[in-house]
């Protein structure tokens, strides 16, 4: 633990107005929700000194997501391991536990939170993608009231977010699905399991009968400055007939919208082909459907 | 000193079934605190940042990583450690098939390792396998080879089939 | 060379059968066992300590540069803390080992990053930590060499020369003539990375400073390490004690793989300094993992150049083998690391002409150091992979092109060795294609990769085998010069104790001597214990390394066994006693004589050991050697370019096998390791230093990583140089599955090779991407 733990006292909160109270009185307040990220941080040193606001002490918080009439809501302690275990949402939502899954391990699953994952805003999210591919709206509270801004509109660039210091993201909330879309998830790391990713695809494709593509959501990991929805590349595919030629389009296309980077993990390179074959593995599956 | 001294705050849990009251920092990792202020030593470090599983301990019958747990978040919670696995009278089963199996060698990942192949015998759904199941817990002596036939023998000596 | 096989009946046995041992070849459970899977065993962080300081380290971010000063800037209470630069040392300032050339702390020229340059310490664990970030160094930078091509070229020249050491076995060079009687010459070039042991406890050490008046009394350490008396030899000058002075104990120990044989002198030199400046305080120094993969050492960086020439009937008839390795910015161990990746890159064959040189050069890098195989790793990676290269430009299946040159019983090796064991590789072959169903597995996989091919399928698969040797026990006449001692002590219950500076660091040492004592004993197992390493109380019997523990000093305890009942006859215990009368016999011996029994042995090499000539590097270079085929297939994913490992199998001849459980463990963490070291783990060097240096970003593999191991033992008959023909086989598996696995992936890409470790996927989408037909 390379932080001074002196620099960082903690306000424990005892309900979501008291929360917002203190944002919008102090400055340099932290929202902690399962620390999973945080405590990363605070080990390596590279956490500034700053007022933890501890989510875990609101009593407001039913830790188990809400879900009725297909509407999902995921609140500040939603956690990964509830998206494994209620079976409703492995059934409505599949995305969010193969996603849940894929981070990090059983250990993490269980503290690590939907909303934190989203508030860190690291492009190598792997909550993020499936979320976005859903067409995740977030609720934003304050002491002067509440917005809501969609998830794939929320980033602004790295680490940037629409997001006020005297806001919290209170609630994820996603919209009830259509029927006939087909889903993809598949995150590339070095290893199997604890990993993180090098890039990563959450799609979602609805055919129609004639084997047009009525929509599309592709959403990508660590290839953006932040979690990408690829709109450009949507939009080429969108209304269009799924042949191998306009997969290949596609692969084209979401080269122009990608801006992956050389780092300690990976290569631009590696990151551009896999992503292609990320696209082509995707769009492939439902050509022979 | 004085502003450091006030920003401490006192948390009240519990640990192997003793309540435990500890005037600490808040953002204190619960690893620090149960291996300095509780001197109970079995639960490890080995990287700090939740990817090693050495510090795994059950949280309210949750698997976690001390290490990643702030203790301000630990207030009126359960906590269970490697010392707290087994009833008095002996071994756990995964303990003893550790013991039998040669899933220990150097032994620093076994506490962590440990703990979470317990947590796996009394959830084996929580995972799609054993191989998923101890991901978390890495492990440089073994190869991993004896873990998993330790694994398997707790399974068969508590009755249990082991997933596939 | 080649001396004609003698015509014996060689015996083969596998693990199943057992001799009539009462405790050998059982599974004979660890004795400190439960305190590890109930967590009471104390490792160094766990040993309490009080009034005590915590000590860090300020190091150098620069490769190489003149140090100009250390300023502490305002903003910490500098005046609590207890500081020490090289000024401050009170005697030699130089970490003993082969050469002098390291300091304990810089004093001038800085020759890497993370070079110790001074250390501080304070009682607020987390204020000495953010102290760290208040150390501003002054530094002039120098121009720095990184690889062993510009080190080579001399771009810099570091210390006196950059090449630290060379040395040379067999033909001088190979003449124009043999090339030209090959019918085909095939060469290639392989490089292997700077593995990191990560060992999952972290290094550690807790140093006290005990005081005469003014006088240093005692320097004392505890931790995590493998050599207690390294430490004792490192400690001495660098406070200009006597022997007596000095004492160093090991504590419970969370892994090593050769990371704590001498990196551990540097680390209790540094606590031992702080607790002497602190007037005698005792220091706790327990690295996080980030400054323990920032600052230790790794494996040596290799590029090894073969050039090979072959009959047309795939009769292996030349070898020209050129080894480099990086030895970064200091020497520490590099010589003994290069002489075993030199004794061991020929491989298990018989070539009539062989040449191999071997080079060492100084790098502005990290210094690199031990790591389990400690040189063989490269070496066997590279002549491993190389054979199953020119197998596929041979076109002859790699297990045949083996079997055509398979080194036999009475062959001669390169360094004029004749191999007088009786060893039967051809079944050691022959065991492992049977057991990996090899023949038919090959089959279906080119089949598979066919119908994936046509049918546009993105899975591609490979097997891969390679065979090695590994040279047990220091090389030639180490061990003579060592002159290791074991001691053993017994009380009036009949409770025997060990006493040896072998340390058990995971690998069985306590199991396997408590098990030889007592099978020479005669007693129960829970009647023997091991004494913890504290060089106050135990013998120098050497350190723990080189797989040397069960062969040498195993084999000293069982002499100082049998020394012991030559002891206790004197009070009449009888040839076929009991366990009763053995407990007897002690108390009649402590009635006799009033004191603890206590017998001692020193190391004996056998009458017929061969010598061995360290200036021509000729003759006997290993007392024994241990054999293994591993055999393994990858599934290659088209997708993201990942190569899993999903079915391993290995056939190991190790001599006799002592306790099942503990080999086959050796065996499959050696495995594991190996393929760590070809597939993931990649240590990513910037400037000489590690880039990620985050437990998170240093990928090993996990259980999802790993397939279940098949291991199987068989043994050759075998002198009996080791305790009961029993053989050492700590370093063995780390040796081949890197080549292996690279093999196997070859064969999944259609026969192109790549050549450098680890495969990562980035390497294999480059071959996907270019090259004709996958």
Redesign the interface.
């Given at each position: 633990?390379?932080?001074?733990?002196?620099d960082?006292?903690?306000i424990?909160p005892t309900s979501l107005d008291e929360a917002l109270e203190v944002l919008a009185a102090k400055s340099n307040i932290k929202p902690?929700a399962?620390?999973?990220d945080i405590?990363?941080y605070?080990?390596?040193?590279v956490f500034p000194a700053s007022t933890?606001l501890?989510l875990?002490?609101i009593q407001d918080f039913s830790k188990t997501p809400e879900f009725s009439d297909g509407h999902l809501k995921l609140n500040p302690l939603s956690t990964y391991?509830h998206a494994r275990?209620d079976q409703a949402i492995v059934n409505a939502f599949p995305l969010l536990a193969i996603a849940a899954?894929e981070i990090?391990?059983?250990?993490?699953q269980?503290?690590a939170t939907w909303i934190g994952n989203v508030a860190n805003a690291s492009p190598a999210a792997d909550g993020v993608p499936a979320l976005m591919a859903y067409d995740a709206m977030l609720k934003l509270s304050s002491k002067d009231g509440q917005r809501e801004v969609p998830l794939h509109q929320f980033y602004q660039g790295y680490k940037q977010m629409d997001l006020q210091p005297n806001e919290l993201i209170t609630e994820i909330q996603l919209p009830p699905l259509d029927p006939g879309w087909k889903d993809y998830y598949?995150k590339?790391g070095?290893?199997?399991?604890?990993?993180?990713s090098k890039t990563l695809l959450a799609g979602r494709i609805k055919l129609n009968e004639g084997r047009v593509i009525e929509d599309i959501r592709l959403v990508f990991a660590s290839v953006a400055p932040y979690t990408l929805r690829a709109v450009q590349t949507e939009s080429v595919l969108r209304s269009r007939p799924l042949t191998p030629e306009i997969i290949d389009e596609a692969a084209q296309a979401i080269q122009d919208e990608i801006s992956p980077i050389d780092d300690?993990?990976?290569?631009e390179?590696?990151r551009r082909?896999?992503t292609t074959?990320?696209i082509r593995?995707f769009l492939n599956s439902n050509l022979t459907k | 000193m004085t502003t450091q001294e006030t920003i401490k705050q006192t948390f009240n849990f519990s640990v192997n079934g003793q309540p435990q009251t500890v005037h600490s920092y808040p953002m204190k990792r619960l690893l620090d605190v149960i291996r300095e202020d509780l001197t109970l030593t079995g639960t490890k470090e080995g990287c700090g940042e939740g990817e090693c599983g050495a510090c795994t301990v059950f949280m309210d019958g949750l698997l976690i990583l001390s290490c990643m747990t702030p203790i301000c978040q630990v207030q009126g919670l359960d906590i269970t450690t490697i010392e707290g696995l087994a009833d008095s009278t002996g071994l756990h089963p995964i303990q003893d098939a550790f013991y039998e199996e040669g899933g220990a060698q150097c032994g620093i990942c076994t506490p962590g390792m440990i703990m979470a192949a317990a947590h796996y015998l009394e959830h084996p759904d929580s995972a799609e396998n054993m191989g998923e199941a101890l991901a978390g817990n890495q492990c440089r002596c073994t190869g991993y080879t004896r873990i998993f036939a330790s694994v398997e023998k707790a399974f068969e000596a508590v009755g249990k089939p082991l997933p596939e | 060379m080649h001396i004609p096989r003698k015509e014996e009946e060689i015996v083969k046995r596998t693990i199943s059968r057992n001799d009539d041992f009462r405790v050998l070849q059982h599974n004979i459970k660890r004795p400190e066992g439960i305190d590890k899977v109930t967590g009471k065993a104390i490792y160094i962080d766990d040993l309490q300590t009080e009034n005590h300081l915590y000590g860090k380290t300020i190091r150098s971010t620069v490769a190489h540069g003149i140090l100009k000063n250390i300023h502490f800037k305002d903003g910490i209470p500098w005046d609590e803390f207890v500081i020490v630069t090289a000024k401050d040392i009170p005697g030699k300032n130089v970490v003993t080992l082969i050469e002098d050339d390291q300091p304990y702390l810089c004093e001038r020229e800085i020759m890497h990053k993370a070079e110790p340059l001074a250390l501080i310490a304070h009682e607020d664990k987390h204020l000495v930590e953010k102290a760290l970030n208040y150390v501003e160094v002054e530094v002039e930078e120098l121009p720095a060499i990184f690889s062993i091509e510009d080190s080579q070229q001399n771009k810099v020249t570091l210390q006196q020369s950059n090449l630290t050491n060379e040395f040379h076995v067999g033909l001088k060079e190979i003449s124009e003539d043999v090339w030209t009687e090959c019918d085909q010459i095939i060469e290639g070039t392989y490089e292997t990375g700077a593995q990191e042991q990560l060992y999952i406890e972290t290094q550690g050490i807790i140093g006290q400073v005990d005081f005469d008046g003014d006088a240093i009394k005692k320097v004392s350490v505890w931790g995590s390490m493998q050599c207690p008396f390294y430490i004792v030899k490192a400690l001495m000058p660098l406070f200009d004690v006597e022997e007596t002075q000095v004492r160093v104990v090991q504590t419970e120990t969370g892994g090593g793989f050769g990371g704590k044989e001498e990196y551990p002198n540097i680390l209790s030199g540094h606590a031992a300094l702080l607790s002497w400046k602190a007037g005698g305080r005792p220091v706790r120094m327990i690295y996080d993992r980030q400054e323990d993969l920032w600052a230790t050492t790794k494996r040596h960086p290799s590029k090894i150049t073969i050039k090979t020439g072959f009959k047309s009937d795939g009769t292996l008839h030349a070898m020209d083998i050129d080894l480099n390795l990086n030895a970064g910015g200091y020497i520490t161990l590099t010589p003994l690391v290069l002489s075993r990746a030199l004794l061991h890159c020929w491989g298990p064959y018989r070539c009539a002409n062989t040449s191999a040189n071997a080079r060492a050069w100084l790098t502005n890098s990290i210094p690199f150091g031990a790591f389990r195989g400690f040189g063989t790793p490269q070496a066997v990676f590279a002549m491993e992979l190389h054979i199953n290269k020119c197998a596929a430009e041979l076109n002859i299946d790699p297990a045949e092109l083996r079997r055509k040159n398979l080194l036999q019983y009475g062959d001669t090796m390169p360094t004029g060795q004749v191999m007088d064991e009786k060893i039967d590789l051809d079944f050691l072959l022959d065991r492992s294609l049977e057991k990996s169903d090899y023949v038919n597995r090959r089959q279906q996989i080119e089949q598979f990769n066919q119908s994936q091919k046509s049918s546009g399928g993105l899975k591609r698969r490979g097997i891969g085998l390679c065979m090695n040797f590994h040279g047990g026990t220091f090389a030639g006449s180490g061990e003579t010069h060592m002159n290791s001692h074991v001691a053993m002590t017994l009380d009036a219950k009949g409770h025997v104790d060990i006493l040896a500076g072998q340390v058990e660091y995971g690998q069985g040492t306590i199991t396997t001597f408590v098990q030889i004592a007592s099978e020479v004993l005669g007693i129960p197992v829970e009647w023997i214990s091991k004494h913890q390493p504290d060089t106050d109380v135990v013998p120098d019997s050497g350190p723990t390394v080189a797989s040397r523990t069960t062969i040498v000093v195993g084999k000293m305890v069982e002499r100082c066994s049998q020394a012991l009942l030559k002891k206790l006859s004197e009070v009449g215990l009888n040839k076929d006693y009991t366990a009763n009368e053995f407990q007897q016999a002690a108390q009649a011996y402590h009635n006799k004589h009033n004191e603890l029994l206590y017998v001692k042995v020193k190391f004996e090499a056998p009458p017929d050991q061969l010598e061995w000539n360290e200036e021509t590097y000729e003759g006997a270079a290993y007392a024994a050697y241990t054999w293994k085929c591993d055999i393994l297939e990858v599934e290659v994913d088209l997708v993201d370019y990942s190569a899993k490992c999903d079915k391993f199998i290995s056939v190991v001849e190790c001599g006799r096998v002592l306790n099942p459980i503990i080999a086959a463990g050796q065996i499959e963490g050696g495995n594991a390791q190996a393929l760590g070291f070809g597939l993931y783990e990649d240590t990513v060097l910037q400037e000489g230093g590690m880039a990620n240096n985050q437990y998170t970003n240093y990928i090993i593999p996990t259980t999802a990583d790993i397939p279940e191991m098949d291991i199987e033992f068989i043994e050759f008959p075998y002198l009996d140089y080791g305790p009961y023909a029993a053989k050492g086989i700590g370093e063995l598996p780390i040796d081949a599955p890197a080549a292996a696995v690279a093999a196997a992936v070859a064969h999944a890409m259609g026969n192109h090779f790549i050549c450098d470790i680890p495969i990562l996927p980035e390497k294999i989408m480059v071959v996907a991407e270019q090259a004709e037909g996958i």
């Open positions: 633990m390379r932080s001074y733990l002196p960082y006292p903690v424990n902690l399962g620390g999973t405590m990363v605070m080990d390596t040193g933890l501890n875990y002490s391991q275990t899954k990090s391990v059983l250990a993490v269980s503290r598949r590339v070095t290893r199997r399991f604890q990993a993180i300690i993990r990976s290569t390179t590696y082909q896999v074959n990320l593995d | - | -």
